[in-house]
Structure formats: C-alpha cells, structure tokens
C-alpha cells in the first residue's frame, strides 16, 4: 500500500508559480514511477507529467517547458514546480503512483486545488 498526500495548491494570478508537493508513505517510492494528473471542473482527469523511477520524465503538451517533474527519493517527496501558470491550469491536481512502471496507475492522492485567475 502507498498513501500519497498532495499539498501547496492554491490561487495565483496569471503567470504565477505555485510548487505542490506529494509525500508518499507505506513503502519506498524508489524503484516507482510517478506521475501528477489533474481534472478541471466538468472535465476527465488528464494526463500532466511523469518521472520514471530512473528520472527520465515525460509531459502533456500543454504544460511543456513550464512544468518540471521532479523527485527525492531519500525524503519519499515527488513534487510539480508550475511556472507562468494559465487559467487554463486551474483544476485539482492528483498525485498517483505505479508499482510496476506500465503506465497503469495504482494509488492516487486526494488532490490539491490550483486556481489561476485572469
């Protein structure tokens, strides 16, 4: 069993910064891929960004180039560094993890909300 917990959403004006934090407890997050998701109201949960457990990462075109993935494994952190964000990024935002690095994710956080105003 992992437990995620996600902190540090909030609300920023447009070109804002915001960084959110996952804390994973119940095992080790070294050897998983992780992964941050978000869902806007009305929408489907999508696809944001992905750190393998060898630190190659992977983005949703949308956030390329403002968004970093990143990981410390010694402290079982993931977290999101947003940069110039969009109202566009407003939605809650979902840390998940995968056991088995598939692409299929097995445990998922409560969420965070971030909000980007014009």
């Known amino acids: 069993q992992v437990q995620l917990v996600e902190s540090g959403g909030g609300m920023v004006q447009t070109g804002g910064s915001l960084r959110l934090s996952c804390a994973a407890s119940g095992r080790t997050i070294n050897g998983l891929s992780m992964g941050w998701f978000r869902q806007a109201p009305g929408k489907e949960r999508i696809f944001v960004a992905r750190?393998?457990?060898?630190?190659?990462?992977r983005y949703t075109d949308s956030v390329e180039g403002r968004f970093t993935i990143s990981r410390d494994n010694t402290k079982n952190m993931v977290y999101l560094q947003m940069n110039n964000l969009k109202p566009e990024d407003t939605a809650v935002y979902y840390c998940?993890?995968?056991?088995?690095?598939?692409?299929?994710?097995?445990?998922w956080g409560q969420g965070t909300q971030v909000t980007v105003s014009s």
């Open positions: 998940a993890a995968d056991l088995k690095n598939d692409n299929a994710w097995d445990y």
């Open positions: 750190i393998s457990w060898r630190f190659n990462t």
